[in-house]
């Protein structure tokens, strides 16, 4: 089966850091777009950041600069580092995978979007206290 599990989550202080792993199993993420996305209560899910299969990296206007993606494929895992939590980071934080496109052109605007991934991980919360 093809899975993602997002771990890593926790409940933090405003200022604290955070590293966020997803892991995937019955596939390899070497040739996919790997996204994270989060979702607070109430709201739409959000693309927060996304890596291209050559390591291109494209980041929500509200957490540039405070969070790193990055892909170990030797690993099959893609991680979220996450700097300078605000509270308004609470939520819960998914990772997605989208499967190699023949002639795919990574554009980070279009994969901060829900509509091109196909597999979901089932997500871990993030809480920032002030």
């Known amino acids: 089966d093809v899975q993602l599990q997002a771990s890593g989550g926790g409940l933090v202080q405003a200022g604290d850091s955070l590293r966020l792993s997803c892991a995937a199993s019955g596939f390899t993420i070497d040739g996919y777009v790997i996204g994270w996305f989060r979702q607070a209560p109430g709201k739409e899910r959000e693309g927060v950041s996304c890596?291209?299969?050559?390591?291109?990296?494209y980041y929500a206007e509200a957490v540039k600069g405070r969070f790193t993606i990055a892909r170990d494929n030797a690993r099959n895992v893609v991680y979220l580092e996450m700097t300078s939590l605000k509270p308004e980071d609470t939520a819960v934080y998914y990772c997605?995978?989208?499967?190699?496109?023949?002639?795919?052109?990574?554009?980070?605007?279009?994969?901060?979007?829900?509509?091109?991934?196909?597999?979901w991980g089932q997500g871990t919360l993030v809480t920032v206290s002030s």
């Open positions: 890596i291209s299969a050559k390591g291109a990296t």
């Open positions: 997605a995978a989208d499967p190699p496109t023949p002639g795919y052109e990574f554009s980070g605007t279009y994969y901060l979007t829900t509509g091109p991934y196909d597999y």
